[in-house]
Structure formats: structure tokens, C-alpha cells
């Protein structure tokens, strides 16, 4: 789900012929958003764990039409075709005979939960059907959902292509540079799955091969989905790509991605608590932390940097605990006899403190915990709060009892001394201006 919705992410702004049909691009900026590629992808995976690995067609039809229904009625302006809006619309909504290649866009998910192809297959049918239900409309689908449970099964790319050609027949002999010359804006099925495969198949790279997708023209939000999706279960995707993911759709969005990595076993979503927009900054210092070539450390270190100021320009907070100086909440909570939901009433004044933590030396360094989990891992302060991180860098830089600000001490720790703060804030005060 990450390949395909941060592919409709990164082609979104290029749709219609707007990209120049090259792959030299700036890959992610501030114009790139989601479209109804990403919110149908999330109804599909949602509709697929509700109705559970072993329903049957009908039940999983059942859920995708409720399911596709209520995120495509939360967001109705996501940008969807004609006929799709008035079936979103109807109290009694049938599958209307589309080709489109809005089926194959949204089903990857049938491509990571089931244990064989067969039932892959099958599901990846219903959640054509039920709006889709032209053979070329199915077809797409089962290929994009095929493609996937291969490539994360780990077969190889010439494997995978035999049994495309055999199965479903596309023609995708055309090289990308033939493609790039007759492009058009075509929604079908029929001319978008030959564009993703070729993408794809010419890839070295998830990067590369969502490259290769937008570099076509036309649809290249759908192009760069289903090209994303399939490249995401074969090369898997930086860790600081599925962060740009999560950090740029919305936090129920964030949740069903989540339930899908749990639902498959796998724990590389980012937590999906108050903190979930810093999961960009997570995933930029843990590829910092990852890297093992010299090398390229420093612009890993320039990526952690760049995207801290990001934040810090969106006004991102961080969870902050504070210290009960005088010990009212202590005394004045009656513990035992609490109840979730109860109020309290406190009549003493409640002073509270930064928490903060000390080194080998002795010497004190104000926390900046990037979200719950890390709080979480050797904090019990009982006051936690949100705070700016422009203000918790600014403490660490101008309190004269602390040394600086430690990032995620109790898990990979990365310290920000005084002096890398002076140089760091200085430098965000010119280029905020």
C-alpha cells in the first residue's frame, strides 16, 4: 500500500501531460497530494480485513461496496470519474461495465494477504466486480494483484513477466522511450497496465521504476499506483519514503496502513498515535542511523536536518514530560478509588518542570522525544504534554544548566550539542525569512 499511494502521491502533480515525459523530476514537493487512487486503495484494504481472510466473494463484495461508499462519501473530492461519483451516490449501487483502470489501482492490497495466487486471484475479481466488472476491468486487477503476490514471494522479474504474457495477454513489448512518444491520457485498463509493467519490469528501484511510470504522460497518478505497488513488493522502499507516505495522507488513512502491516505481520508502519505526522522525521533518523557508508553518511545526516526543519515549519509537536515539582497530583489523587473518566479537582497549585535527562558525566540534556512510543521506553512522568520543537531546541540551546538536546534517548539517541544547535537554529531563522 505504500508503493501504490505514494506513487499516486508523487504522479498527481504531473496528470495530464503536465510533466515534460522525462524522469529527471524533484520527486516529492509541497504540490504533490493524494487523489482517489489513494482513498480507494484504503477502502479496499479495509474492506478486505473486515471481511477476513477466508470470506466469500460475496461477503468480500459485500464490504468493498460499504466500504468504497463511505471513504469515497468522506472524500468526495478526491477527483473521481463521472459514473464512479453517481455510483459512490446510490442507495442500491451495481457494477456499471467500466474498464477503467481504477480497478487495478486500488486492489494491492489483495496482494499481500492471502497465501496463494489462486485466492489472490479470486479476491482481487471481487473487488473489481462490484463497479468493474468489464473482463478488461477484472483482468487488471488480477494482473496487479498477481504481480505483487509474486514479487513479494520472491520470484524473478523474468518469471513473473512469462507468466503475465501467458495469463492475461498484455502487450507491453514497447520500450518506455515508444511509449513516451504516443503518450495520451487514456484511463483503460488496456493501455495503463502495459505502461505500469514496462515501468516495472525496466526498473532497478522503487524510485526508479515510479520514475519510469510518471515519465510517460498522461494518467500518471493510476500509471505510477499500479507501477508503485508492484515495485514496493519486489524492492521493498527507504525507510524514509514510506515516512514522506505516511506524513502526507491523512491519520485514518495512517491507521488503516497500519492495520494491514499488523494484519501481514509486518512492523514497519510508524505508530499511529497523536505523533503520527513525525513519522517522516523517524524514518529520516533511522536511515541516518542505517547507513554504512561513510560516504554517504553526510547527506544522510543533511536529510535527518532538512526534514527536522520541515516539521518545525509546519509547527510539529513533540511529546514532552514534566516533572510535578511540589507533588500535587501525588497527594491530592485519591489513586485507588480513580475510575477511567473520573474529573479530580486539585486545590494546590501545580508547578511543573521539564523532565530531563543526564549523561555519563553527570551533565543534564533536555529530551525531544519524536513521539510516544520513544517517550514510552524510559519515561514515567506523570504530566505529558505537547510542545512546539522549535521550543525544545530553543531550551536546549539557551538554558544554561543543559548541554544541549538529545533526540530519542532511550532508543537510538542522536545528540544535538549547543553548538550544532546554534549553527542549526540559525541557519532555519535565515531560510524561514
Known amino acids: 500500500m505504500y508503493g501504490a499511494i505514494l506513487g499516486d502521491i508523487i504522479g498527481s502533480r504531473f496528470e495530464f501531460d503536465r510533466g515534460g515525459w522525462t524522469k529527471e523530476f524533484e520527486l516529492l514537493t509541497n504540490e504533490d497530494s493524494w487523489t482517489d487512487d489513494t482513498v480507494m486503495t484504503v477502502a479496499i484494504a479495509e474492506a478486505l480485513m473486515d471481511a477476513g481472510r477466508s470470506a466469500s466473494v460475496e461477503e468480500i463484495e459485500a464490504e468493498c461496496v460499504k466500504s468504497m461508499q463511505r471513504w469515497g462519501r468522506k472524500y468526495p473530492g478526491a477527483g473521481y470519474g463521472g459514473r464512479f461519483i453517481g455510483w459512490l451516490r446510490s442507495k442500491d449501487p451495481k457494477p456499471y461495465g467500466s474498464y477503467g483502470n481504477g480497478s487495478a489501482m486500488r486492489v494491492s492490497a489483495a496482494g499481500w494477504l492471502y497465501d496463494s495466487l489462486e485466492r489472490t486471484r479470486e479476491v482481487a475479481r471481487a473487488t473489481a466486480n462490484v463497479t468493474h466488472n468489464h473482463p478488461e476491468g ?50 483503460s485498463c488496456q493501455d495503463a497496465l502495459p505502461k505500469a509493467l514496462r515501468s516495472f519490469f525496466d526498473g532497478t528501484s522503487y524510485e526508479d521504476v515510479v520514475r519510469n511510470a510518471v515519465s510517460l504522460g498522461g494518467d500518471t497518478d493510476t500509471i505510477a499506483a499500479i507501477a508503485g505497488a508492484m515495485a514496493e513488493a519486489f524492492f521493498d522502499m527507504p525507510i524514509i519514503l514510506r ?34 505526522d513525525n513519522a517522516s522525521l523517524a524514518a529520516a533518523l533511522l536511515l541516518y542511523f542505517d547507513e554504512e557508508d561513510e560516504n554517504k553518511k553526510y547527506d544522510a545526516f543533511m536529510t535527518f536536518l532538512n526534514v527536522l526543519a520541515k516539521r518545525m515549519r509546519e509547527n510539529a509537536e513533540v511529546p514532552m514530560p514534566f516533572v510535578d515539582v511540589n507533588n500535587v497530583l501525588g497527594e491530592g489523587l485519591d489513586v485507588e478509588h480513580l475510575k477511567v473518566g473520573d474529573t479530580v479537582q486539585i486545590k494546590d497549585e501545580i508547578r511543573l518542570r521539564m523532565d530531563t535527562v543526564f549523561d555519563s558525566n553527570g551533565k543534564y540534556w533536555l529530551p525531544l522525544y519524536i513521539n510516544r512510543r520513544e517517550l514510552d521506553k524510559g519515561q514515567t512522568a506523570n504530566v505529558i504534554m505537547p510542545v512546539a520543537i522549535l521550543d525544545v531546541l530553543k531550551i536546549g540551546l539557551n538554558d544554561e544548566t543543559l548541554q544541549g538536546v538529545v533526540i530519542n534517548p532511550f532508543g537510538k539517541p542522536y545528540v544535538m550539542p549547543k553548538e550544532l544547535l546554534q549553527k542549526f537554529l540559525a541557519d532555519y531563522e535565515t531560510f524561514a525569512k
Open 243 to 276: 515516512g514522506e507516505c505516511l506524513h502526507r495522507i491523512e491519520k485514518e488513512m495512517c491507521n488503516v496502513i497500519g492495520r494491514l502491516d499488523r494484519f501481514v505481520g509486518r512492523n514497519i508502519a510508524e505508530e499511529t498515535d497523536e505523533y503520527v
Open 138 to 187: 477484472i483482468k487488471g486487477a488480477e494482473c496487479t494483484a498477481a504481480v505483487i503476490y509474486f514479487a513479494r514471494t520472491g520470484w524473478e522479474k523474468e518469471n513473473i513477466e512469462r507468466y503475465v504474457v501467458k495469463e492475461f495477454g498484455y502487450d507491453f513489448s514497447e520500450s518506455l522511450e515508444d511509449m513516451r512518444a504516443r503518450h495520451r491520457h487514456d484511463e
